[in-house]
């Protein structure tokens, strides 16, 4: 069982995040989802709303980031890519 995934979210203009995590929180077109290590694939919509990545189990503080406008997400063997039309804010949680 892998311990991280490697997590990709691009817009059209600009990769916002890339790098390994260990938990990705989505608004996801039917409910929130969240991704863990091994998850099984996945296809899906996203609706707008804030997204949360974990990067490691302990020390790290999460980051955020909120959008305003609809996505997909890949999720496949540890690999989850997300596309955005657009992202309106990428932060440090407080």
Do not use: W
Not at 26 to 35: H, L, Q, R, S
Not at 78 to 87: E, P, Q, R, W
């Amino acid at each position: 069982m892998s311990r991280t995934f490697n997590v990709s979210i691009v817009t059209p203009e600009r990769s916002l995040f890339e790098g390994p995590a260990v938990y990705l929180a989505v608004p996801g077109g039917e409910g929130n989802m969240g991704i863990l290590p091994d998850h099984a694939p996945l296809l899906s919509t996203l609706l707008p709303g804030q997204f949360e990545i974990r990067l490691d189990e302990v020390a790290a503080k999460p980051l955020f980031f909120k959008t305003q406008k609809p996505g997909f997400i890949e999720v496949n063997k540890n690999i989850v890519s997300i596309l955005l039309d657009a992202a309106d804010s990428f932060a440090l949680a407080q």
